[in-house]
């Protein structure tokens, strides 16, 4: 490991770095605590409504993190160039959601239900890097401010994990994104103008999508306090619920239907619903990924469906409901759970580890390897293949009509190494605070995966993380970051060429 960190950052030394200019650091951390203050005033206002005195909870969060937020602003205002370093990208990346989801804990920690600060931090950074893990529990019997914030900072999560995968890392040059590069980011050391309005379609579409899949839920039963708070982790694919029971809580199939459907829309790019509607056009299949997504999603779906539907005691309408539910929660890394599907034998826990690594599209809310990293692999492998059997053959691969230069190639290898290695790590680690191997090695998948629930009976479909030792949860917290941030934004920070 750190080898490789060594070797990222001698990458940045190619050319003389600028200085770094924290003054323009602090002043974008300053505008995001100003933003995330906006958003605590909701729950406030929710539990004024429920005369639930908890809304001086949000009131006094709010306060603290807007005169933060406010003081950063004025202190750093205008004190820098006009052109953003690739260095500062980095920083930018890794500390704005560092500080937003200790921000966030705040609510948590003035709660007064006896959670501590590491467990306020635990689910604040779980739900900011929308990976869905709780250690809380009696949420049937929670105010109903607390819970829309918990729903709210995993729709931030959400839209802030988009700007980032199409504005910032392909900007960063991390895991493969040159391929999806845009109008809004570059392979230069600068960023340009159009990242504006592309931010502005993503949030609009984002913003369209949650409100379609609220009104489907009430239509399907819901009421409106859970349709609204649903919808909000479903787009985000973030997997906090209203409920300890999750979505077995609701009998009603027609709305496990409605979140399947919107999981699996959630796991495509939104870029793609901005072109759909420029270009008035719905064949969002001509893109690769998508194409290739739907692909393994349909395998998947089946080979489950036909294995449970072998039992006796399960009927094929309902096998077809329970895995569609379940695995699509899973692949999207949304984290809903409906029933204990540990239960259905030791196939299917082995089939939903491994559903745990993979995620949905790049430029999606969801988070795992994504779709684009497994395609490039393979298309790279094969192309190694031909070249071992024709060494004078002259391969050239492509993605979505964009070739697969050798750099590309080489750091989505990098990333999959990383990321195989990372679960190791962190299961030797979280083995030392005395939990078992499948309940290990569980939960440090989850965390780097941002998925949610695990495997085991302690931290599984139908348990909590809150029993874990603090130091498991602080491990587990510094898993939920560096997934989200796809390794090598976090690995770049840390090395030590970088500060020099």
């Known amino acids: 490991m750190n080898r490789l960190t060594y070797q990222l950052g001698a990458m940045l030394q190619k050319r003389r770095a600028p200085i770094i200019e924290f003054n323009r650091v602090s002043f974008v951390i300053g505008i995001l605590l100003l933003v995330l203050t906006l958003f605590m005033f909701p729950p406030a206002i929710t539990d004024v409504i429920a005369s639930n005195p908890d809304w001086k909870v949000f009131a006094g969060s709010a306060f603290v993190t807007g005169f933060i937020g406010m003081m950063l602003v004025m202190m750093s205002r205008g ?37 501590s600060l590491i467990d306020a931090w635990f689910e604040a950074v779980s739900g900011l890097t929308t990976t869905g893990s709780t250690i809380m529990t009696g949420l049937d019997e929670l105010p109903p401010g607390i819970l829309l914030w918990r729903s709210i900072i ?20 991390v895991g493969g994104m040159q391929l999806f590069q845009t109008e809004s980011s570059d392979r230069s050391d600068k960023f340009v103008p159009r990242a504006r309005e592309v931010m502005g379609l993503i949030a609009f579409t984002y913003v369209a999508l949650t409100a379609a899949c609220a009104i489907a839920y009430g239509a399907a039963g819901m009421s409106a306090f859970d349709a609204l708070n649903h919808a909000m982790t479903t787009i985000a694919t973030a997997g906090f619920s209203t409920h300890d029971l999750s979505f077995g809580y609701f009998k009603e199939a027609a709305i496990h239907w409605v979140a399947f459907v919107f999981m699996f829309a959630s796991s495509l790019p939104l870029v793609l619903y901005v072109k759909a ?18 692909k393994m999603v349909a395998a998947i779906l089946i080979g489950l469906t036909l294995w449970l539907a072998s039992r006796p005691e399960i009927s094929l309408a309902e096998a077809l409901r329970t895995v569609c539910f379940n695995a699509m929660a899973i692949i999207s890394t949304t984290g809903y759970v409906y029933g204990d599907y540990t239960a259905w034998g030791a196939g299917a826990v082995g089939t939903f580890f491994v559903l745990m690594f993979l995620g949905g599209c790049t430029g999606s809310t969801t988070g795992g390897m994504k779709a684009f990293r ?3 692999m393979l298309l790279s492998s094969f192309n190694y293949i031909r070249q071992l059997m024709s060494p004078n053959r002259v391969v050239v691969a492509t993605y979505n009509g964009k070739q697969i230069t050798g750099d590309i190639a080489s750091s989505v290898l990098a990333y999959l190494s990383v990321m195989f290695a990372s679960v190791m790590i962190f299961t030797v680690t979280l083995s030392f605070f005395g939990l078992d191997f499948i309940t290990s090695l569980s939960g440090a998948l989850t965390a780097l995966a941002n998925v949610g629930p695990a495997l085991g009976p302690q931290i599984g479909p139908a348990g909590n993380f809150g029993a874990l030792p603090d130091g498991a949860k602080v491990v587990l917290v510094v898993g939920m970051l560096l997934g989200r941030l796809e390794f090598f934004t976090v690995l770049v920070v840390l090395s030590r060429d970088f500060w020099r």
Do not use: Y
């Not at 931030?156 to 988009?162: A, F, H, L, Y």
């Not at 299949?285 to 998508?290: G, I, L, R, S, Y």
């Open 79 to 115: 004190r820098w160039s006009n052109e953003v370093s690739l260095r500062e990208g980095f920083i930018l990346t890794v500390a704005s959601w560092v500080v937003l989801a200790t921000f966030a804990a705040m609510p948590f920690v003035f709660l007064g239900r006896g959670l």
């Open 154 to 173: 995993q729709w931030i999560g959400g839209i802030g994990i988009v700007v980032m995968a199409l504005i910032m890392l392909p900007f960063l040059k």
């Open 277 to 294: 509607v420029k270009s008035r056009s719905l064949n969002v299949f001509e893109d690769q990924q998508v194409r290739g997504f739907c």
């Open 374 to 376: 497994l395609q490039v």
